[in-house]
Nanobody, 116 residues
């Protein structure tokens, strides 16, 4: 079983920054990929950023503004979010996959609200 500790969400003004953190605990020997997804009210869940080994992948809407990083020893993934926009408002969920063919495990999410 995998559990997550997510933190870093909150209320920020447009143009501001936040850093999300997610630590996975449980029976984990290694992690294939970790990532962040988001879901706004009335919208489908969408990928924000993923990191697999040293390879990162970003949604077009966040490229140049968000940076994903990972501490493998601590099973932790971070998302540095700069120049935040109101359209970034959503619940941000941490996710991981232990193998390339396995299912995703999901955190409960942390709310990010960008508003003046």
């Amino acid at each position: 079983q995998v559990q997550f500790v997510e933190s870093g969400g909150g209320l920020v003004q447009p143009g501001g920054s936040l850093r999300l953190s997610c630590t996975a605990t449980g029976s984990i020997r290694s992690i294939y990929t970790m990532g962040w997804y988001r879901q706004a009210p009335g919208s489908q869940r969408e990928m924000v950023a993923t990191i697999t080994g040293g390879t990162t992948n970003y949604a077009d809407s966040v490229k140049g503004r968000f940076t994903i990083s990972r501490d493998n020893a601590a099973n932790t993934v971070y998302l540095q979010m700069n120049n935040l926009k109101p359209e970034d408002t959503a619940v941000y969920l941490c996710s991981l996959r232990i193998t390339s063919w396995g299912n995703n495990y999901w955190g409960r999410g942390t709310q990010v609200t960008v508003s003046s």
